[in-house]
């Protein structure tokens, strides 16, 4: 079975910088996009990043400039640089991931998510 693992997060100072990072472990798994979303207390998910396999990037409207996504499809890796953080990026940050993985000889459509990690940005 797939597990995404999450590495990063922590307490940071408003205009810090942050980097998540986020691998896919267990069973073979084939990555079609992964990224990152965040949700912050009392409100719904949202859109942080996501890159597909082709490079394509895809930014949530209040990180676009400040953020940046990378991901390796070698090993199933992604990650989030995070620039001028502002106390309003503070919530937990999600990995994600959509792709196939492997089940005895057949391939299934599988999307994941890790179980978050706490960014906290003090003003």
């Known amino acids: 079975q797939v597990q995404l693992v999450e590495f990063g997060g922590g307490l940071v100072q408003s205009g810090g910088s942050l980097r998540l990072s986020c691998a896919a472990s267990?069973?073979?798994?084939?990555?079609?996009?992964m990224g990152w979303y965040r949700q912050a207390p009392g409100k719904e998910r949202e859109l942080v990043a996501t890159?597909?396999?082709?490079?394509?990037?895809n930014y949530g409207s209040s990180v676009r400039g400040r953020f940046t996504v990378s991901g390796d499809n070698t090993h199933n890796t992604v990650s989030l640089q995070m620039n001028d953080l502002k106390p309003e990026d503070t919530a937990v940050y999600f990995c994600?991931?959509?792709?196939?993985?492997?089940?005895?000889?057949?391939?299934?459509?599988?999307?994941?998510w890790g179980p978050g990690t706490q960014v906290t940005v003090s003003s």
């Open positions: 890159v597909t396999t082709g490079g394509d990037t």
């Open positions: 994600h991931a959509e792709g196939f993985s492997r089940q005895s000889t057949t391939w299934v459509p599988s999307v994941l």
């Open positions: 267990g069973s073979a798994f084939s990555m079609n996009v």
